[in-house]
């Protein structure tokens, strides 16, 4: 087990292209859920991953992660995620002594684009890129889990303009 903290941040510009170094596409879906806890399946470059991952607020959560057959990976996803899907490609983006991690969602999440970067401790301070726009870390409708299940390309016009706001 780890604990895993991280901020997420929506994307304003393309700025950050110029500065990434690699490229994987993902797909992922979530085959159960509870109060406290969501059980994700990860499909990337030929690995499965399993993922446990506790559902506090925050940025801080606690993560068991187990790699698993790719095959197997595929049958959990079709089996029992029922089309709630998240398929985007994540970016690794090096700025200023940091690895930030910038998601272009495709498919049902098509037009959205976020970064997240992984802290050493909750209070830890990182400056800013000005790519990054709006810190989401507390906002639950970017959690992957939500877009799985209300995916950004449903979202009214309004509540995407409340982004650049």
């Known amino acids: 087990m780890r604990e895993e903290i991280e901020r997420k941040?929506?994307?304003?510009?393309?700025?950050?292209?110029?500065?990434?170094?690699?490229?994987r596409p993902l797909r992922?879906?979530?085959?159960?859920?509870?109060?406290?806890?969501?059980?994700?399946?990860?499909?990337?470059?030929?690995?499965?991953?399993?993922?446990?991952?506790?559902?506090?607020?925050?940025?801080?959560?606690?993560?068991?992660?187990?790699?698993?057959?790719?095959?197997?990976?595929?049958?959990?996803l079709g089996t029992y995620a029922g089309g709630r899907l998240v398929e985007k490609v994540r970016h690794a983006v090096p700025c200023e002594g940091r690895l930030w991690e910038v998601d272009v969602f495709s498919g049902r999440n098509d037009g959205l684009v976020l970064a997240e970067i992984e802290l050493g401790s909750v209070g830890e301070r990182v400056p800013l890129p000005d790519w990054v726009g709006r810190e989401l870390?507390?906002?639950?409708?970017?959690y992957n889990q939500f877009l799985a299940e209300h995916p950004f390309g449903q979202w009214s016009q309004e509540e995407r303009c409340s982004l650049d706001r």
């Open 28 to 76: 992922q879906g979530y085959i159960a859920q509870g109060a406290d806890l969501t059980v994700r399946v990860r499909v990337t470059a030929g690995e499965g991953r399993l993922t446990l991952k506790s559902r506090l607020a925050g940025p801080a959560r606690m993560e068991f992660e187990y790699a698993i057959p790719p095959e197997e990976a595929h049958v959990l």
């Open 9 to 23: 941040y929506w994307v304003r510009t393309d700025g950050w292209r110029a500065l990434a170094v690699s490229a």
């Open 137 to 142: 870390t507390d906002d639950p409708r970017f």
